[in-house]
Structures are given as structure tokens and as C-alpha cells.
């Protein structure tokens, strides 16, 4: 028994694509077939698989319909977690999604699911994006305050989430915890957040993210072991559409 973890699948079987890289990176092309067969390679039936976020360019059930199909046909058991376009999916409406689709699919929003004697701990997350504004080397010189202000109700709201949901699985006994998010943990500007502070207060040893597409953006974060905890990115494009091994 293994879990498993990769991030941005960002399927789009009955919907319209929406990010022009799909089109034309080398990195997405046929990227649904090329994860499906690798899941069928790796996976087996009692492994877990966490899918980190962005699952479907879908706006509602319906155009995600094809999608949480092709989603089902993976092996294993499957974890998925709130990402940033994921428009079908309201956070207060959590229940009737795994009412719908379980046992076939786990929709991980404000509680926890187990691996072992691990709680797995979500939430979007949410950090700053900008617009920075760099000088001629590049470097960051300033950047929209106003959007930084409004980013910071956004980070305290996800922040609390998680916070409720580490609660939820102490107060039920767990003392060993990996933590998801779709986000990154810090922006480009940040060397620890919220949600590293998060992470340290409850000793979470995995911090798992994913989001961050693209060659220019696959360093953003925080990668490897940084005060005591591994860092993770795990969108599918950076992992070549292999899901990343978390726990054996």
C-alpha cells in the first residue's frame, strides 16, 4: 500500500480549454493519456492517489461528468482536493459532492482523510501573485498593494480552514499529519507564510503543493526539507505526469 500525489490535471473532456499551454507546451501533449498509463503502470488497487487541485476546467457538474470519469478508471483509492478553477466544487457544499460520487471518489474539504496511522490534511491555500513590479535585473521592486490586501483576507480564510480541519483529526487522536495544498506554501516575496507556520505548530512531515506550471515557474517555493518538513511540488506537468510516491 502506497499514496501518491499530483496536482493539475486540468482535464477538459466536455469543456472548453482555457490555458493556451495546453495547446501548444510539449509538457501537455496527450498529457491524458500519457498519466492514465502511468497510473495503470504504478498504481495498484490498494494504493492512494491525492489529486491536488484543478481537476477540471469544467464550470459545473455537468461539463466535470466526463471528466470524474476518466478520474474513476484510475487505480487505487482517490483523494481529491480543492483547486483554484475548480469552478464546480463550493467549499460549503462538500457533502453532497462525496454523496454523489463516493466511494468512487473523496472530495477532501474542512475535515480529514486517513492513510495509516496519518491524517491527511487540505485546503486551497491562497497566496499573493502579484502583479510584481521587477527593474531591469529582474529583481522585484515593488508590486499592487491593493491586491495584496485583499489576498490577505483570502490567506487568513484558507489558513483557519486548515487550522479547523488539524483540530478535527487531533481531537480524534492523530498525532502524525501530511498537509495538502493546491497553492504554494510562500510566494516568490515570502520565505515562510501562514501556512509553513501551520505546518510547524502541528508537525505536519509532508507539505504537498502543486499549482505552479511552466519551466519559469516550477521554483517559486519551497522545495525539499526546509525547519524539519519536506516540501513537495507536485503538478503534473513538473512531474512529467507521473504521480509523485509520498508514503510507502
Known sequence: MSLYAIGDLHLHFSSPLKAEAQLYDPLW???????????????????????????????????????????????GRKILTRGNHDMFWD???????????????????????????????????????????????GEVVGYDAEKEEHAKKLVEREAQRLIKSFEKAKADGYKKFIMFLHY???????????????????????????????????????????????????SGDFLSWVPDKILD
Open 29 to 75: 501533449k496527450n498529457h491524458e493519456e500519457r498519466f492514465k498509463r502511468n497510473c495503470e503502470n504504478l498504481l495498484m488497487e490498494n494504493d492512494t492517489l491525492v489529486l491536488v487541485g484543478d481537476h477540471s476546467w469544467g464550470k459545473n457538474l455537468e461539463e466535470c461528468e466526463a471528466d470524474f470519469e476518466y478520474i474513476r478508471q484510475l487505480p
Open 184 to 234: 504554494p506554501p510562500t510566494n516568490i516575496m515570502e520565505t515562510d507564510s501562514v501556512f509553513t507556520e501551520i505546518a510547524e505548530t502541528y508537525d505536519a512531515k509532508e507539505v504537498i503543493y502543486a499549482h505552479c506550471h511552466g519551466y519559469k515557474r516550477f521554483h517559486d517555493s519551497i522545495e525539499g526539507e526546509y525547519k524539519g518538513r519536506n516540501y513537495r511540488l507536485v
Open 91 to 137: 467549499a460549503k457544499k462538500t457533502k453532497r459532492l462525496n454523496e454523489r460520487f463516493k466511494p468512487e471518489l473523496n472530495f477532501l474539504q474542512d475535515g480529514y482523510e486517513v492513510y495509516g496511522d496519518y491524517a491527511l490534511i487540505a485546503t486551497k491555500g491562497y497566496t499573493f501573485e502579484g502583479p510584481y513590479y521587477l527593474n531591469y535585473k
